[in-house]
């Protein structure tokens, strides 16, 4: 909820020229703005609905326009925020949401000439905006998307969206997921790139797997083997 008062005084009004997300810069502006914020966290204010033919903007709105709504948010961004912490945060999100949402495995369906134009753009805001720290606190799943889109290597990143269970590698104490360029001679990409540090993956284990053997522990030693 905001005060009229605020939307008044601060002329707060949403981009009526954004295709998606033209609450954000509304909201960035009303909470920068505002004297205070308060925060009810007592009971659930917000459902969000998939509609059964993905109607829903959110759902349905092409690669370039959460391009244009990723530059929007950060332009904001940056204007609202000094350099530090706090800014880094806001667009570490723009990173992880809308252009996340740009690199996923339904935009394969596009014209191929679509596609690049849709890759290119991830590319050309992650070379503006991105920096080392926002990339390595990305899941691993973004990171490698993004990390190939930026290369311009469409062929590695249409096949590491078409990957709907990637190998892993668990290696002096570090888990590598096996996206496509991983250890490849050829390219020399960051091995940082692949590991998996900010997600929890027992999910991803799972898939594609299947029982060896299963063992009954009695106060750690072995009871049981099935």
Do not use: C
């Amino acid at each position: 909820l905001f005060r009229r008062e605020l939307i008044e005084r601060e002329g707060l009004r949403f981009p009526e020229d954004m295709e998606v997300l033209s609450d954000g810069p509304f909201t960035l502006r009303a909470m920068a703005k505002a004297r205070k914020v308060s925060i009810l966290a007592d009971y659930d204010h917000y459902y969000a609905v998939k509609r059964d033919k993905a109607e829903n903007l959110t759902y349905a709105t092409a690669p370039l326009g959460w391009a244009d709504a990723a530059e929007r948010l950060v332009s904001v961004t940056r204007e609202l925020f000094d350099p530090g912490q706090g800014r880094d945060d806001l667009i570490y999100r723009v990173f992880s949401r809308e252009i996340a949402k740009m690199l996923q495995p339904e935009f394969l369906e596009l014209d191929p000439l679509e596609r690049v134009k849709a890759w290119d753009a991830a590319a050309d805001f992650a070379d503006a905006n991105l920096t080392e720290e926002l990339r390595h606190r990305l899941p691993t799943e973004k990171r490698v998307r993004l990390s190939l889109a930026q290369r311009r290597d469409h062929t590695r990143l249409e096949a590491a969206l078409a990957e709907p269970a990637p190998r892993f590698l668990l290696e002096d104490d570090r888990l590598y997921v096996r996206y496509p360029g991983f250890r490849d001679p050829d390219l020399g990409l960051p091995d940082s790139w692949y590991e998996a540090t900010e997600e929890r993956v027992v999910g991803r284990f799972a898939r594609g797997t299947s029982t060896e053997a299963i063992v009954l522990e009695d106060e750690g030693e072995p009871a049981l083997e099935v």
